[in-house]
C-alpha cells in the first residue's frame, strides 16, 4: 500500500466534494468488481447516495513516500479527459491527475 505523506497542507486550498457523476460511480463499481475477482473486499466505498467522496489538493502538496510500484493509472473510458490511479494491491482509488 503506497505510503502518503502530506506536509504543511494549506487549508484554505483543500477542497472537499462528492461526485454523483456516472464516470466516477463506474470508476468506483469498476474497482470494486475487479476486488472481488481478486478475492479482496471491496476498497471503493460509495456514501449512501451513490456518490464518490474527494478531497481536492494540490499535486505539491502530496509526496509518495515508497510503494510507487503499486501505483496504477488508467483512463476509465476512451478520450477520458481524467487519468485515474488506484492501489493494484487493494483497489483503493487514490487520486486523479485532473482534467484540462
Not at 457523476?21 to 476498497?43: F, I, M, Q, T, V
Amino acid at each position: 500500500m503506497p505510503m502518503w505523506h502530506s506536509e504543511g497542507l494549506n487549508r484554505l486550498s483543500t477542497l472537499r466534494f462528492v461526485c454523483y457523476s456516472k464516470d466516477c460511480r463506474g470508476y468506483y463499481n469498476a474497482l470494486n468488481a475487479l476486488a472481488k475477482n481478486a478475492g479482496k473486499p471491496e476498497a471503493a466505498a460509495l456514501d449512501p447516495f451513490g456518490g464518490c467522496d474527494f478531497t481536492q489538493i494540490y499535486p505539491c502538496e502530496i509526496t509518495i513516500r515508497e510503494g510507487q510500484d503499486q501505483l496504477e493509472t488508467r483512463l476509465i473510458r476512451k478520450n477520458s479527459p481524467i487519468p485515474r490511479t488506484y492501489a493494484k494491491c487493494c483497489f483503493t482509488p487514490l487520486f486523479s491527475t485532473g482534467g484540462t
